[in-house]
Antibody
Framework: QVRLAESGGGVVQPGRSLRLSCAAS????????MHWVRQAPGKGLEWVAL????????NYVDSVKGRFTISRDNSKNTLYLQMDSLRPEDTAVYYC??????????????WGQGTLVTVSS | DIQMTQSPSSLSASVGDRVTITCQAS??????LNWYQQKPGKAPKLLIS???NLETGVPSRFSGSGSGTDFTFTVSSLQPEDIATYYC?????????FGGGTKVEIK
């Protein structure tokens, strides 16, 4: 079955970096766009970033532009989120999610279980 | 950015009640609107896509309607397992944006 499994979360000091990974299985990873979505404790959902099927296009929410980088390795069926210059307001559960299409942003039809990132001194 | 305004932010209803949630977009988004269900401690789940298309395996008591700027999500007969927070999401433009959520509880 389709499965997404995030890893790499943890506690990190402000200004430091962290890299999240999302291992995909049960579908042809290279045929789908992929997203990161986050949820601050007790808050709603916030879209963070999108990468097209072959990685040639990437988009970000303004609050993370220049600090976060989304990437993928289709040979390893893995999605990444490199987070630099972390701020306390980046504290959230980070979900990876599959888009139904390859080269646009539409609907997120499969989600991982999430990984918690806490930015605190 | 397109703002999505959901109401109410929370509601309490009895088993068997009809529950309605509204979502308003800050500009015309055609039918580029999805609905998600998030149960406590779990990841969101896509229930309805393109404003009114029920995802495979989703019970028929769930439905969606609307186009343009005004959308409605309905549970025709609330069940105990429907306790969750529901979110709308637009995909007319990036950034993708979600409504603030509606927490549904059993009275």
């Amino acid at each position: 079955q389709v499965r997404l499994a995030e890893s790499g979360g943890g506690v990190v000091q402000p200004g430091r970096s962290l890299r999240l990974s999302c291992a995909a299985s049960g579908f042809t990873f290279s045929s789908y766009g992929m997203h990161w979505v986050r949820q601050a404790p007790g808050k709603g959902l916030e879209w963070v970033a999108l990468i097209w099927d072959d990685g040639r296009n990437k988009n970000y929410v303004d609050s993370v532009k220049g600090r976060f980088t989304i990437s993928r390795d289709n040979s390893k069926n893995t999605l990444y989120l490199q987070m630099d210059s972390l701020r306390p307001e980046d504290t959230a559960v980070y979900y990876c999610a599959r888009d139904r299409v390859a080269v646009a942003a539409q609907m997120l039809d499969c989600w991982g279980q999430g990984t918690l990132v806490t930015v605190s001194s | 950015d397109i703002q999505m305004t959901q109401s109410p932010s929370s509601l309490s209803a009895s088993v068997g009640d009809r529950v309605t949630i509204t979502c308003q977009a800050s500009q015309d988004i055609s039918n580029y609107l999805n609905w998600y269900q998030q149960k406590p401690g779990k990841a969101p789940k896509l229930l309805i896509s393109d404003a009114s298309n029920l995802e495979t395996g989703v019970p028929s008591r769930f439905s969606g309607s609307g186009s343009g700027t005004d959308f409605t999500f309905t549970v025709s007969s609330l069940q105990p397992e429907d306790i969750a927070t529901y979110y709308c999401q637009q995909y007319d433009n990036l950034p993708l944006t979600f409504g603030g959520g509606t927490k549904v509880e059993i009275k």
